[in-house]
């Protein structure tokens, strides 16, 4: 806790740092989604059609769509995360700071 009774840990900065993680992991999906509609491998060999000669060059599109796809969903999952560990941080230390704050003689009110 700080000399002037608040804490070092804004809640509200928590709960919104949190929030724009969470938001971007759902952006993220959302855009994979597209992705994956997008460059699948139905989308792929509907574009490059049924020639032999395009076969080869398809198989390297529908991997390379694979792999970005990929790591797009780990960069999701990382995001993802990232917004539950901040979560947890913010709902740990308010508890936190309540209870020292009942240490010190003050009600949850802030009045002591």
Do not use: C, W
Not at 79 to 100: H, M, P, S
């Amino acid at each position: 806790m700080a000399d002037d009774g608040s804490s070092f840990y804004e809640p509200t900065a928590g709960r919104s740092l949190a929030r724009k993680f969470e938001m971007q992991a759902y952006d993220l999906r959302a855009y994979l989604k597209r992705f994956e509609e997008e460059t699948g491998e139905e989308a792929i060999t509907d574009g490059f059609g049924v020639l032999t000669e395009s076969a080869e060059v398809t198989s390297a599109y529908i991997s390379y769509s694979e792999d970005v796809a990929s790591a797009m969903k780990v960069v999701h999952e990382h995001l993802d995360r990232i917004a539950d560990a901040l979560r947890k941080v913010n709902a740990n230390t308010e508890v936190t700071d309540d209870e020292l704050a009942v240490l010190f003689g003050k009600s949850k009110g802030g009045e002591q």
